[in-house]
């Protein structure tokens, strides 16, 4: 099972919007509903930020959103603060392997 | 509040065997199936195990399969990874995960294995 496709990185001002691709399969993005978004600081353990391509966890911001379109899911943090600059992972159900992870992209605030 | 908290990670040789552990508390442990995700130095994340809520249904990643084992025993709240034949390319940080409905909803810190001679 190869991992999702991410970009390596993305950056945006204070204030202003980014998006994050993450490209995959029918066997995976594009056949469930079931893709999630981590954001994950150094050193840190990942933190669940979306959760069946749109939901978010209670304690999330709304500025963090999701969607999905065939085999690719993205993900959009509006608002852009400081503490949004961190590695983003995006994750999917994969059939027989469960569950398999996107290349990660690092988030840099300018 | 829910903790997961791995220990048994350490120095092993090429070929040794290391067995991680994960201590639960803070949620109904035996209703939840529980994964074992691993990031490499500098590396993106790689999930390496699941295991279902009673332990019967357990799925591997290709690369570990028929070297690693996850297991479970409910009466401890505790979550196993017996690692054998390990080799350079299992150099990570393990973390410990509570799983519902393929999302990882709660991480623990995460234990370094370290493959070195």
């Known amino acids: 099972q190869s991992a999702l496709t991410q970009p390596p990185s993305a950056s945006g001002s204070p204030g202003q919007s980014v998006t994050i691709s993450c490209a995959g399969t029918?066997?995976?993005?594009?056949?469930?509903?079931?893709v999630s978004w981590y954001q994950q600081h150094p050193g840190k353990a990942p933190k669940l930020m979306i959760y069946e391509v749109s939901k978010r966890p209670s304690g999330v911001p709304d500025r963090f959103s999701g969607s999905k379109s065939g085999n690719t899911a993205s993900l959009t943090v509006s608002g852009l603060q400081a503490e949004d600059e961190a590695d983003y992972y995006c994750s999917s159900r994969a059939g027989s392997t469960n569950i398999v992870f996107g290349t990660g992209t690092k988030v840099t605030v300018l | 509040e829910v903790h997961l908290v791995e220990s048994g990670g350490g120095f092993v040789q090429p070929g040794g065997s290391l067995r991680l552990s994960c201590a639960a508390s803070?949620?109904?442990?035996?209703?939840?199936?529980m994964n074992w995700v691993r990031q490499a130095p500098g590396k993106g994340l790689e999930w390496v195990a699941t295991?279902?809520?009673?332990?019967?249904?357990?799925r591997y990643v290709d690369s570990v399969k028929g070297r690693f084992t996850i297991s479970r025993d409910n009466a401890k709240n505790a979550l196993y990874l017996q690692m054998n034949g390990l080799g350079d390319e299992d150099t990570a940080v393990y973390f410990c995960a509570r799983e519902e409905w393929f999302r990882e909803v709660d991480w623990g810190q995460g234990s370094l294995v370290t493959v070195s001679s």
């Open positions: 803070g949620f109904t442990f035996s209703t939840y199936w």
């Open positions: 029918s066997s995976d993005v594009g056949g469930y509903n079931y």
């Open positions: 295991i279902d809520s009673d332990g019967s249904e357990k």
